[in-house]
């Protein structure tokens, strides 16, 4: 299903690209594109499948600038995760801006090993590297303290983290199933 989803929206890449403006498409430009481009089984993969036609034709009715700012988005976010997968590294290096640290695989990885729900940011004045206190879990002090917020935007923006707040509105920095699904995959 995943390697179906990632062909289709390259596909649906490659296909806005050769258009321009911001003019409406409809589905069935992109069927008949499809066939001439000799992807027979993906065009009878989508039209056998009544939400994935329907989910095709909502993305072409908001306009091919829509379009392509969302496959960017799509496009970077998977070289990101890319960029620490065994083998297909140097691909995804080749085209995305920025990776994931090691800093913060390394929190990840600790989250996964001892099942943290999530952590908390320490106050501790007395540190001078950033603490961050697992739950359940050990304290992990940041080794790259200067870029510790741009791995956590970096986390949260991918979806590897989801921020919510305590009591006392502190946030809690929660682990989530695509954190987890990556941790497992890379390591």
């Known amino acids: 299903m995943v390697a179906e989803f990632a062909t289709i929206v390259g596909l649906l890449s490659a296909f806005s690209s050769g258009r321009t403006g911001n003019k409406q498409i409809e589905l069935n430009e992109f069927l008949v594109w499809l066939m001439e481009h000799n992807h027979e089984d993906i065009k009878q993969a989508i039209e056998a499948n009544h939400a994935t036609t329907l989910s095709i034709q909502t993305i072409f009715n908001r306009g091919l600038v829509d379009v392509h700012e969302k496959l960017d988005t799509i496009s970077e ?11 297909i590294e140097g691909l995804a290096l ?9 800093q913060a695989l390394d929190i990840l990885k600790l989250m996964e090993e001892n099942d943290s729900e999530f952590f908390l940011l320490s106050n501790a004045t007395s540190d001078i590297k950033q603490r961050i206190v697992l739950c359940p879990g050990p304290n992990f002090l940041c080794n790259e303290t200067r870029f510790f917020q741009d791995d956590l935007q970096l986390m949260l923006g991918l979806g590897l983290l989801v921020v919510r707040y305590n009591s006392r509105g502190n946030p809690l920095y929660c682990y989530t199933r695509a954190a987890s699904k990556l941790v497992r995959s890379i390591v």
Do not use: F, H, N, P
């Open 94 to 102: 080749a085209y995305v801006k920025e990776a994931i640290s090691d």
């Open 77 to 87: 976010c998977l070289a990101i995760l890319a960029s620490r997968s065994d083998g």
